[in-house]
């Protein structure tokens, strides 16, 4: 029995956990595929025959499959489950080159390439899909790609330079530009690939584009705390978080404090409180 259990879904791209509790030997009916997808195996094994060729798929072997390609699975070992991921034509050709198809089924996961995958879950389950996780996703589908593609791809050029690409990107997110809402948004009003944009940050400012947006978010969520906002809750949707935990989570993680921590230790003296028999000021909490 086959369950799919969807985890984000986005219009570039769709993360699902698969489980499938079978057990035959044998190889299941011929299906085609009809999209680009990745799957990787949490737990468990299993055997894929695509074209002819089979292999054995577990937390050390991922595949590649591409619209098209007529598959067959057999479980002799029991179940598995797997992380599988569904990208749009236009998103793989921006990893892979046009008509750029994977030269191999399978592909070693090594411990890096686990990590990246690990890292992809975490972002997904943090809340932050159209940024945190986007970047993610792109740092594990462009080592993929790149270990079975043979040819020369979209994103292989690490020389170029792109300060006027990140500070276009820089204006539209202070800015507020509704495409810059989202990582895929940004780089479709920028002209370049998702993972151009992403790899173009560290590169220019030394920071992920994640981070650059946070900042900007959170400046101004100092702004507003230390002007000495309470509504948690209208703040952190001002700001874009999914709620007030998104908020306070990464309030925490990039400044050591609680939203309500940081109001308190922004609020300035009102000098119509002065004290003059202590020669100072009556601070409020």
């Known amino acids: 029995m ?5 985890v984000v879904t986005r219009p570039d791209f769709h993360i699902s956990a698969v489980s499938c509790r079978a057990e035959h030997t044998g190889w299941s009916a011929a299906e085609v595929g009809d999209d680009y997808r990745m799957i990787l195996v949490r737990s468990g094994r299993f055997r894929r025959r695509a074209a002819g060729v089979p292999a054995d798929v577990d937390a050390t072997m991922a595949y590649l499959a591409a619209p098209g390609e007529e598959e067959q699975f057999a479980h002799p070992a029991g179940g598995d489950v797997c992380t599988s991921i569904t990208v749009t034509p236009d998103l793989w050709r921006t990893m892979a080159g046009d008509d750029a198809r994977p030269a191999t089924g399978t592909i070693y996961v090594d411990a890096h390439l686990d990590l990246a995958h690990r890292r992809t879950l975490s972002a997904a389950r943090a809340g932050d899909a159209d940024y945190a996780l986007a970047e993610e996703l792109l740092a594990l589908l462009s080592a993929a790609v790149g270990r079975t ?124 409180q002065a004290d003059p028999s202590s020669g100072g000021w009556n601070r409020r909490a």
Do not use: K
Request: no cysteine.
């Open 2 to 6: 086959l369950t799919s259990l969807s």
């Open 149 to 272: 593609v043979t040819r020369p791809t979209p994103n292989g050029d690490a020389s170029r330079r792109d300060a006027p690409l990140v500070a276009a990107a820089r204006e539209a997110i202070t800015a507020e530009h509704p495409a810059s809402h989202t990582l895929f948004g940004l780089a479709e009003l920028l002209g370049v690939s998702p993972y151009r944009l992403s790899r173009a940050f560290p590169r220019e400012l030394g920071v992920s584009v994640t981070h650059y947006r946070h900042r900007v978010r959170l400046g101004r969520a100092l702004d507003r705390l230390e002007a000495g906002e309470t509504g948690l809750g209208a703040l952190a949707a001002d700001l874009g978080y999914a709620d007030q935990s998104h908020l306070t989570r990464t309030v925490r993680q990039y400044l050591g404090h609680t939203p309500t921590t940081l109001r308190r230790l922004l609020s300035r003296a009102d000098p119509s």
